[in-house]
């Protein structure tokens, strides 16, 4: 029997399949809110199997890699590495995952090798007679000739094999494969249930940070951890931020801005990544705040940034744009842009915006 901390009605349904051998083959668990997506898939693997995944012959699994030498080109190549990641942090992140390899400027993906070998695997009979298990985490990095000799796959499933893929943005899955699968929603975790897990850890401020997580139990971990890479992140918008405010009549601050680029160049693309995303939290805070719902603001600071400081400067005239450089950005981080040249022309354009002043 599964049982999942915060997801319990989603696990009593899985349990119902189970009971009635009504599993389907092939599901995509949504996990855009650190609920634990890959600690439930292979929680489900472990029910099917009878015991532990990684100590089983029929258990395969696929992540993404980066080359770290000539030899890395599938996730057998780094099993070893990865066991030892997850066993430190069954909640983690495919960030945290790509960070821990030291990924640098390369990102991670799903090559078409790992198809083709995942394909020889289940072709074969069953170790132990029984059932298959495969589990695909970050789905939507199968590269374009991977993703549609998996989607082949997926089609005509072999008898007794379950695919369960794991996804932080499902909405960026191929439709063709999207379509093919059964959806697994993680839903948000109660703040009440949050912070009761954080008192009974023995976490001090436990009710700020369950406020902060907005739901997201991968967050409340970061920031009762005191996150050195979101510590590191916050503290690069704070130093940007407080250049941008300065620049409007300042000539002389965009040696400023530019510096401030030249070191966002320098973070590895998974971590421009998550900077981006930390702006987006932040942001979003200051807006809700400006207009008085400081309710709906839990920002928690790990440098004791007050968001209300912002707040007057994000406003209903300039939310757009910002929101869509942002998310600009982004997409252009992840197609390897020149990194120095997206971050100068990212931070002038932060730095006009904010500067725009509400009618």
């Given amino acids: 029997m599964i049982d999942f901390w915060g997801q319990e009605n989603l696990a009593k349904k899985i349990n119902r399949e189970l009971e009635r051998n009504e ?9 855009e809110y650190g609920g634990g997506g890959l600690l439930l898939a292979v929680a489900i693997a472990k029910e099917l199997l009878g015991r532990h ?6 258990f395969f699994i696929c992540f993404p890699v980066i080359k770290i030498d000539k030899k890395t080109e599938v996730s057998l190549d780094l099993i070893e590495a990865f066991k030892s990641f997850y066993e430190k942090n069954n909640y983690c992140s495919l960030t945290d995952w790509l960070l821990s390899l030291g990924s640098s400027n390369k990102q991670g993906s799903i090559g078409v090798e790992e198809v083709n070998q995942l394909h ?6 069953a170790y132990e007679g029984k059932s298959k298990v495969c589990l695909i985490w970050a789905p939507e990095l199968l590269n374009i000739s991977a993703a549609n000799k ?6 005509e499933p072999p008898a007794k094999t379950y695919f369960m893929m794991i996804s932080e943005k499902p909405d960026q899955v191929l439709p063709t494969i999207y379509s093919r699968s059964i959806l697994l929603s993680l ?7 949050i912070k009761e897990k954080l008192i009974n850890a023995g976490v001090e ?3 700020e940070i369950a406020n902060a997580s907005e739901g997201n139990w991968a967050i409340a971990l970061e920031l009762s951890k005191n996150s050195t890479l979101r510590k590191k992140l916050e503290s690069v918008w704070i130093k940007g931020l407080r250049s941008a405010f300065k620049s409007i009549g300042n000539k002389a601050i965009v040696v400023d801005l530019m510096s401030w680029a030249d070191d966002v160049s320098k973070l590895t693309r998974d971590e421009q990544k998550a900077f981006l995303e930390l702006g987006s939290v932040l942001i979003r805070s200051a807006l809700v705040t400006n207009y008085g719902a400081n309710k709906a603001s839990h ?16 406003n209903g005239k300039n939310i757009i744009n910002i929101t869509s450089l942002l998310e600009e950005t982004y997409y252009q981080v992840k197609r390897n842009a020149n990194s120095k040249i997206l971050f100068s022309n990212f931070i002038l354009k932060i730095a006009k915006y904010l500067n725009k002043k509400e009618d």
């Fill in 120 to 125: 020889q695997k289940i072709s074969l009979k």
């Fill in 23 to 31: 599993l389907p083959q092939t599901q995509l668990i949504a996990d």
């Fill in 187 to 193: 839903s948000k975790i109660s703040i009440a249930k």
């Fill in 53 to 58: 995944p990684f100590k089983h012959p029929d």
């Fill in 150 to 155: 998996m989607l082949k796959i997926l089609e």
């Fill in 299 to 314: 920002y928690l600071s790990l440098n004791s940034f007050n968001v209300k400081k912002l707040a007057p400067f994000v």
């Fill in 205 to 207: 401020n436990a009710s």
